[in-house]
């Protein structure tokens, strides 16, 4: 049976999966994201909303991806036209983050370089 | 029924120096390492001994009890033991759980089917154990045990309670950090000698799940997680990750005694 990791998306980091599971296709796969998913919601949906999952196969494919907030047990009593604003604005709120993150992260390569050019320290803070 | 067959059988193994009914050979009772045991006077420590059994369990895999009703009180000596319940289809959670510091003893007077026991230890956990009902009857014997044994009662019912609170209002996150505080405290080390599955099993939650959570603390700096084996780094940060669960558990217990261990100072268990 083939490998599937799954790695999480949150706050503009991947925290990855280094174990892995064996499942037997792409569709069990999802259900165990989903499952993974909703285990990490539980109890702070609203913090955990915009995460998501990114599923890879044994040679680093990408299989799928898995957003909370398509997964979220909270938002069911709600109309589909509510839950579909609030599951594009998590994705939209997903992406913003890493986006921020990918950003800071060039700020600093940057500062460090042209630090570096003036042959003067630079003292980097890393949060 | 519930499907308890893939767990293993608790075995209560013969330590040296065991008869084969399972009791001490008469030689002086050594000083026994679970703090209650110890506690007792040497008269009455000797009361008691014959009816315990030494019992020897694997660190991690969870057991199912013999067929009869979990009735035994467990003094651990080394390691942390605990109660979990498990459902039809086999999902699990913990339920209760004790060091040497204290003792397990059954939640009801006949514990239900549905109920498993398992070890967290450095090596094989040993304990001495002694059936609900014979501990009962040699009470009057043994009179320094009652209000320590009265004090375990409580001390479970208080786990109980937040546990309740605790799996019905906060976050795995929170529940993770705070299980692994409360199991190394009770280990009094730092090196918490767990694997993701068994800690998954005790938080009823997938494997997949505390990956990505111990992923994300090693992250932060507050634990390194080995294949089988967590160090706690920074205690001060885990405890920001807790809930008040952890801190308000920690009062409760502190004013029962016996009281729990202080928060693990940095030497390790022997």
């Given at each position: 049976m083939p490998y599937f990791y799954f790695h999480l998306r949150a706050h503009g980091t991947i925290h990855r999966d280094p174990e892995g599971m064996e499942l037997p296709d792409a569709a069990t796969a999802r259900e165990h994201a989903a499952a993974v998913a909703q285990d990490l919601m539980s109890h702070s949906e609203g913090r955990t909303r915009h995460w998501s999952i990114y599923v890879e196969d044994d040679r680093g494919e990408h299989t799928l991806d898995l957003f909370f907030a398509d997964v979220d047990p909270s938002l069911a009593s709600f109309p589909p036209q509510t839950r579909m604003l609030v599951m594009q604005t998590s994705r939209r709120l997903g992406a913003l983050t890493d986006a921020l993150s990918a950003l800071r992260a060039t700020q600093i390569e940057t500062r460090t370089l042209i630090a570096r050019a003036r042959g003067k320290p630079y003292l980097v803070l890393a949060r | 029924m519930t499907d308890t067959s893939k767990f293993r059988r608790l075995t209560a193994e013969a330590a040296p120096g065991m008869t084969?009914?399972?009791?001490?050979?008469?030689?002086?009772?050594?000083?026994?390492?679970?703090?209650?045991?110890?506690?007792?006077?040497?008269?009455?420590?000797?009361?008691?001994?014959?009816?315990?059994?030494?019992v020897t369990m694997p660190t991690g895999a969870l057991l199912r009890h013999p067929d009869a009703a979990l009735d035994h009180v467990y003094f651990p000596h080394?390691?942390?033991i605990s109660l979990l319940a498990v459902t039809l289809t086999g999902e699990t959670i913990e339920?209760?759980?004790?060091?040497?510091?204290?003792?397990?003893?059954?939640?009801?007077?006949?514990?239900?089917?549905?109920?498993?026991?398992?070890?967290?230890?450095?090596?094989p956990m040993r304990a001495s154990r002694i059936p609900a009902a014979d501990l009962h009857e040699i009470l009057p014997q043994v009179a320094t045990l009652a209000p320590a044994m009265e004090a375990c009662r409580e001390a479970l019912l208080h786990q109980l309670r937040q546990n309740l609170v605790c799996c019905g209002l906060h976050?795995?996150?929170?529940?993770?950090?705070?299980?692994?505080?409360?199991?190394?405290?009770?280990?009094?080390?730092?090196?918490?000698?767990?694997?993701?599955?068994?800690?998954?099993?005790?938080?009823?939650?997938?494997?997949?799940?505390?990956?990505?959570?111990?992923?994300?603390?090693?992250?932060?700096?507050?634990?390194?997680w080995g294949r089988s084996r967590v160090q706690v780094l920074d205690r001060g940060r885990l405890e920001a990750m807790a809930c008040g669960c952890y801190p308000t558990l920690r009062e409760r217990m502190r004013a029962v005694p016996p009281a729990e261990p202080p928060a693990a100072a940095s030497e390790m268990a022997s």
């Open positions: - | 084969r009914a399972g009791t001490f050979l008469a030689r002086p009772p050594h000083r026994p390492e679970n703090r209650i045991l110890a506690s007792l006077p040497a008269a009455e420590l000797g009361a008691l001994t014959p009816h315990l059994q030494l080394q390691g942390v339920v209760a759980s004790a060091g040497r510091n204290g003792a397990i003893c059954p939640v009801l007077s006949s514990e239900p089917h549905d109920a498993l026991v398992g070890a967290i230890a450095h090596g976050s795995v996150e929170h529940r993770l950090a705070r299980w692994l505080l409360e199991t190394s405290d009770r280990l009094e080390t730092e090196m918490v000698p767990a694997t993701q599955e068994h800690v998954a099993q005790r938080l009823g939650v997938r494997r997949t799940t505390v990956t990505l959570l111990a992923s994300k603390l090693q992250d932060g700096g507050a634990i390194r």
